[in-house]
């Protein structure tokens, strides 16, 4: 548990990064575009998972009532 | 099966071809359905990305839409996109006569449908020419580009879904080599999926 | 389709499975084998054309500014263009549709019994598209300009300017083929997913299915949920081009990062879709030769399936020097590190298999091996890049170029090869020549390593990628390095000759070859239960499937195979 812990600890580190630097091209523009990028990326990342699965569930009951049936 | 077949071109099935023993049962859900399915799927990813694509570039400039651009017509978009799924119910609607085995009055109201389809797309064509004549053209603004990528994306649809629409509705009545009411599922499929991406699209670029 | 229809299509079918003119079973065929092999020998075409591109570059990086022997002078653009082409040649053009069109094809049917495709006609005309595809990239090497050289993510504005990238139609024709080529396995996946549901043979449960089937399912899956917005982006990226859009360009209030959005959302998914294929063929080929049972079938099969879902949420981790929001790339990190878990299970499941059996090294089993051997190796480089603190020091460095090379060259080629040297008894009837094949192997392992190992350390020492003539930099012009450089070009030139022991081994054994037995592997899968090559409509009759694939060396039996469609005493 208290390694869990520690694990939670140090990995809540990574809600405040620092802007590097030394990176050149480190940049993001506007805060509007940063949050348009945000919703587009959790968009276009959910939209599949979430219709895939949808539409295995769908065909998997399908086929699990034809199996009980026959 | 490269001259004699009763089937539309491309949806031809070869599933039972086999003439012999033992037999494959007959599947719970019809290879055209499960293959609309999927290219829904990429249907809805294709527009997810224009969406996408649209709330960035917004985001991106301060004055939304652009100094100098006409406004888009929202009231008469608006009975349009009441004839679209006013459209898509009576599809919905034959459906259910089909099922109940009642072809004839199915295929009627069907034909309602691909009417009011029709009506749809050679309004939002006639708006089209409004909007050019006001100087909304693709490469004025972003936003012109974007208004056309996005309605002309799904302008596309409905043009591609009519016609395969028209077709099953012809050869469904058809004397010689009729279509039963299930092959044509999966192109209606296609309309609902038409139909409803379309309110979407006018919140997005119309109103918001 | 209704059963009257049905049955009077069945008997018009069952007479035109003999009577086949030359035009319709070879230039409009419907049969699947015969698509299958069109998409395999298309495939392998272009390989040559890609193999032959990346000799020139290499020539040009090793012996800057000479005449390049059978090739001629490489200039600047034109070398942009030779790497834009391979890169694209090389995924697109050969290992789709080797891998998932030639060999889905090919296989799919054949493995779960039944005669065809469940849209033949619809699986004509994706061939038909992706030759179309094929025949304009290659027309685009020809036109004013030359080919597109804007590298094959064809980042804007560079490629969305004809002032930039200085080839105007040569950057439009690229995308509109990469575009054709999209739809054409559009499909062809609409295909194989709906034939693998509805059309197994009696008996075969979801999982009675080879790995081989269920991993080419799951990579045209994940395909066919991926590829929309690469679409969506090509249409723009054109309009850009040709239309005097603006949607990337940020003079006209676009934002050239969009692309970078929608094509890495496609782009990292393809290199599952392009991975999962071979992972499945070698799973079959690992069983045959150590004639075991797969290790944890179900196990394998779920680790494909956590692997497909992840591969939705890693695709940021191409952008980390961008300009994404750090709090964006810190979920990627994650997400890119949680995805090896579901490989690496995978990777020990398939050495477990391997762990006691009695290993035969035929050479489909070579490839096999060294696939996995090599893939490890593209793997474990991958961790590292995937932290995105070390990606601004590797990012777009000859370490990555070896990395991405070490997992696309074992999953391109050397499974290609697995697959073509398993399955070609059945697809000509006739044996391939095992001595030349393990020669072939030998010749291509070995300098595969050669070229790519050293490119790490150049990579190391800061050698960007794309870059025309490392002479002109200083720190990266020091002798050891050229050194190095020209040792990994020798060693291509090397591999490429070896592969004219491949194509006289094809040839010759096509013709000439010792007759194939039906099932010269003692093989359980569905395909060896019939003549090699198999005729036209594929099965006499519609076989019942009895057990799993894996059945190997059961405790009990004078036969250490037991053949799915086999019934029990």
């Not at chain 3, 990292?268 to 069983?287: Q, R, S």
């Amino acid at each position: 548990m208290a390694l869990f812990l520690q694990f939670i600890i140090v990995l809540s580190f990574s809600l405040f990064p620092r802007i590097v630097e030394a990176c050149a091209v480190c940049f993001s523009g506007k805060e509007e575009s940063l949050e348009a990028f945000y919703l587009t990326t959790v968009l276009l990342t959910l939209l599949p998972l979430v219709m895939l699965s949808l539409i295995g569930y769908w065909l998997y009951r399908q086929y699990r009532k034809e199996e009980n049936v026959s | 099966m490269t001259t004699t077949s009763s089937q539309s071109v491309l949806l031809a099935t070869s599933e039972s071809s086999l003439p012999r023993q033992p037999k494959r049962a007959e599947p719970p859900v019809s290879s055209g359905v499960i293959g609309m399915l999927l290219f829904m799927v990429t249907e809805v990813m294709f527009f997810g990305a224009l969406i996408s694509a649209y709330l960035v570039i917004r985001a991106g400039l301060d004055e939304w839409p652009p100094w100098g651009q006409p406004r888009l017509p929202i009231e008469t978009t608006a009975i349009n996109t009441l004839v679209l799924l006013v459209s898509g119910f009576l599809m919905s609607y034959s459906r259910n006569l089909f099922k109940k085995k009642n072809i004839s009055e199915g295929r009627k109201w069907f034909g309602y449908s691909i009417l009011l389809g029709t009506f749809f797309f050679i309004s939002q064509g006639y708006e089209w020419a409004q909007l050019i004549k006001f100087g909304l053209t693709v490469s004025s603004s972003v936003y012109g580009g974007l208004f056309y990528l996005i309605i002309g994306a799904h302008g596309f649809h409905v043009i591609g879904t009519l016609a395969f629409l028209i077709y099953a509705w012809n050869r469904l009545g058809a004397p010689v080599n009729p279509i039963t009411s299930e092959e044509i599922f999966p192109v209606q499929l296609l309309w609902y999926f038409v139909v409803c991406v379309w309110p979407v699209l006018y919140v997005l670029v119309y109103l918001d | 389709m209704s059963q009257a229809t049905a049955a009077v299509k069945k008997d018009s079918q069952a007479e035109h499975h003999e009577e086949l003119s030359f035009l319709y079973k070879y230039i409009l065929p419907v049969d699947h084998k015969i698509i299958g092999m069109q998409y395999i020998f298309t495939g392998l075409i272009m390989a040559i054309i890609g193999g032959y591109f990346s000799y020139a570059f290499r020539m040009q990086l090793a012996f800057p500014g000479e005449v390049v022997p059978l090739y001629g002078l490489v200039g600047p653009g034109e070398y942009n263009m030779l790497i834009t082409n391979h890169g694209t040649i090389m995924i697109f053009w050969v290992a789709m549709p080797v891998l998932i069109a030639g060999f889905g094809n090919y296989l799919i049917p054949l493995m779960i019994g039944c005669d065809d495709m469940v849209f033949p006609r619809l699986n004509r005309l994706s061939y038909q598209i992706f030759l179309v595809s094929a025949l304009v990239l290659i027309a685009s090497f020809f036109v004013t300009g030359g080919g597109f050289g804007g590298a094959w993510t064809s980042y804007p504005p560079l490629s969305s300017n004809a002032e930039y990238s200085l080839t105007d139609w040569g950057a439009s024709l690229w995308i509109l083929a990469v575009a054709l080529e999209f739809v054409s396995f559009l499909l062809g996946g609409i295909n194989f997913i709906t034939t693998t549901m509805n059309a197994r043979a009696p008996g075969m449960k979801m999982m009675d299915i080879p790995i081989a089937v269920w991993f080419i399912v799951i990579a045209v899956i994940l395909f066919m949920a991926s590829v929309g917005p690469l679409i969506a982006g090509a249409v723009m990226l054109f309009m850009d081009q040709r239309l005097g859009t603006s949607f990337f360009l940020p003079s006209g209030g676009g934002d050239p990062l969009l692309w970078q959005h929608l094509f890495w959302f496609f782009g990292h998914p393809e290199v599952y879709v392009v991975l999962l294929p071979t992972m499945g063929i070698v799973a079959d080929v690992i069983t045959v030769f150590s004639r075991k049972k797969l290790f944890g079938y179900r196990t394998v099969l779920y680790t494909a399936f956590a692997t497909g879902g992840l591969s939705f949420v890693v695709w940021a981790h191409h952008q980390f020097i961008a300009g994404i929001d750090p709090r964006v790339a810190n979920v990627f990190v994650v997400t890119t590190v949680l995805i090896s878990i579901p490989l690496a299970e995978m990777m020990f499941s398939y050495i477990a298999t391997l762990y006691g059996g009695s290993i035969e090294l035929k050479t489909p089993m070579l490839w096999a091996l060294g696939f996995l051997a090599a893939f490890l190796i593209g793997g474990v480089t991958g961790i590292y890049l995937g932290a995105s603190a070390l990606d601004i020091y590797f990012h777009d460095s000859y370490f990555v170029l070896a990395h991405f090379h070490y997992t696309f060259f074992p999953i391109t080629i050397i499974g290609m090869f697995a697959a073509l040297t398993f399955w070609f008894p059945k697809m000509f009837g006739r044996m391939m020549n095992e001595t030349l094949g393990k020669i072939h192997f030998w010749g291509t392992f070995i300098p595969f390593n050669c070229i790519f190992l050293p490119l790490f350390f150049l990579g190391l020492a800061g050698q960007n990628r794309r870059v025309y003539n490392f002479q002109l930099y200083p720190d990266l012009a020091t002798q050891d390095l050229q050194n190095i450089r020209i040792f990994a070009t020798l060693s291509l030139v090397v591999m490429l000759i070896f592969q004219l022991v491949f194509i006289y081994n094809f040839f010759v054994s096509m013709f000439k070859g010792e007759k194939a037995p039906n099932n010269p592997w003692n093989a359980n899968t569905l395909e060896w239960s019939i003549p090699s090559p198999p005729p036209h409509g594929n099965f006499k009759t519609l076989p019942t499937v009895y057990r799993g694939a894996y059945e190997y060396s059961v405790p009990g039996r004078e036969l250490d195979y037991w053949p799915q469609n086999e019934a029990p005493k």
